[in-house]
Structures are given as C-alpha cells and as structure tokens.
C-alpha cells in the first residue's frame, strides 16, 4: 500500500492592520495639525487667564447639573419601567402619559414652564414666601434641576421598561423556586440584570443629558455654558470662547464614555 503523501498545510493569512502612516491618516494628521496651529496662534487666547476660575466653577456646575439630575432620574426611572411592566392597569396608564407627554414636547419649554411658570405661581403665596423652602425656590437652580430630572426619567424610563421586560421569566422563575420572596427577587435578579441590559443605552442617554445642561443657562443658572456666554459679551469674541466651549463638552463627553465603557467591560459576558 503506497504512502499517501500529505500536502503541506498553507498557514493562514495574518490580518493586515493599517498602519498610521498610511497615506490618506498622513493627510489627515498635516490637516488637524494645521488647523489646530492656525486656531493656536491668529486667534486671541489671553482672556483665558482672566475667566479660568469663572469657567472652572462653571464646570463643576454642570457636572453637579449632571450626575444629580441623572442619579435622581434613574431611580424615578427604574419606578415608571416596573409600573409599565408589572404595576396595575391604572399605573401603566399614568407612567406611559407621563413618559408620552415628557418626550412628546421640548425640554425648553419644560424648563420655561417650571420657571417662568410654577416659579411666578410660588412669589403669590406669602405662605410660600414665607417657609423654610423660599430661599431655595427663588432662585434658577431647583427649576432647571427639576427639569432635567424630569426629562431623564422619562427618556429611561421607557428604556428602563424595555430592560425589565426583557429579563428571561426564566431567571425570575428559579429565584422563587428557589425561595426568595419578591424584594430579594428584585433586588438581587430582576434590578441587577436590567441594568446590565439598559447600561450601553444609559451611556448614551448620560452624554445626552450632558448636551442638555446649557439650556439651563436661560433661566440664568451660571454653568459653563452662562460663563461661555459672558466671555462673548465681554470680550466681543465669538470663535474662540465657542471653540473652547466645543473641546471641553468633548472632554467631558470623552470622559463619560470611558466610565461607562469600564462598567460595560467588568459585566460577564456568555461564551
């Protein structure tokens, strides 16, 4: 019986991977490179030194704007997901009108109306003028705080519904046979794995959120939007105070997509 002769196994082909001196990232790389000296040296950077602190405590506004509007949203959030997914017919119809009628109108004219709005109707009360709560009412930021809470919840809200409802029955099957009762189920299956399944979408919702903060600005909350704005008005510059407005929400922007891609990658994955 003659030998079968094997043909040698080819090895297979490793995957180029482009180079970053390739051609066209050359031209791109001279371009930014170029405009970025052209925005460095024509145009005027010294009222920087001038604004620093107004423009770094204009950022930590926004950023407390921010993360309390979302912290407080999420849970109001995860309250309208479980009444659409498992409250009463009653309940279902209320949590779906508000999250219809939040997104359903602009987040300005929410602001305006809590503002301009409920803030008129309070100065008639002198109970209200008044109280305890007065010294906080009269000024801008409970009204944009409310609004951006109020609009985050109901934009996750809907998301927070679509993550509760499609958490497998199955899970939530073996816990109880298992023996938990209905908080622990919640609190330790139900929660947890929709959260998992919202948290790419509240990444997205969070940097949009971030996007919202300077319409708080109109109702003359000073965040680094309202300190952008007195820079124009005081400097009579228009590209370079809206150029740094740019790189720092980008900063910021950056930053959150990399808290959130850290969360994303500590979550287990099936192989």
């Not at 024509?42 to 107004?54: E, H, I, K, S």
């Not at 109901?154 to 298992?178: D, K, N, Q, T, W």
């Not at 105070?241 to 900063?251: D, E, G, R, S, V």
Request: proline letters at 6%; glycine letters at 8%; a positive charge.
């Amino acid at each position: 019986m003659s030998e079968q002769i094997l043909a040698p196994v080819a090895p297979e082909p490793e995957i180029a991977r482009e180079s970053l001196l390739m051609p066209h990232r050359i031209v791109l790389m001279l371009v930014f490179a170029a405009i970025l000296f052209c925005v460095i040296y024509f145009m005027r950077w010294d009222w920087v030194a001038q604004y620093q602190g107004r423009l770094i405590a204009g950022i930590g506004r926004t950023l407390a704007m921010l993360f309390s509007s979302a912290a407080v949203g999420f849970v109001f959030a995860v309250l309208l997901g479980i009444a659409q997914v498992a409250g009463p017919w009653w309940l279902k119809w209320l949590a779906n009108g508000f999250c219809s009628i939040i997104r359903g109108t602009p987040l300005l004219l929410q602001l305006w109306l809590l503002y301009y709005g409920l803030g008129s109707i309070f100065a008639q009360f002198p109970e209200i003028r008044s109280s305890f709560l007065w010294p906080y009412l009269r000024q801008a930021w409970p009204y944009g705080f409310a609004a951006l809470t109020i609009s985050f919840a109901a934009y996750e809200g809907e998301v927070m519904r679509g993550a509760f409802a499609g958490v497998p029955r199955g899970e939530l099957e073996a816990a109880r046979a298992y023996g938990m009762g209905s908080w622990t189920t919640f609190r330790r299956i139900w929660l947890p794995r929709a959260v998992q399944r919202a948290l790419p979408t509240l990444n997205g919702e969070t940097v949009l959120q971030l996007k919202a903060t300077p319409l708080v600005a109109t109702i003359t909350v000073v965040d680094v939007y309202g300190v952008i704005s007195k820079v124009k008005q005081d400097t009579f510059l228009t590209y370079e105070p809206l150029l740094l407005l740019a790189l720092i929400y980008i900063i910021l922007t950056g930053l959150l997509v990399v808290v959130f891609r850290y969360f994303e990658n500590k979550i287990p994955v099936k192989m």
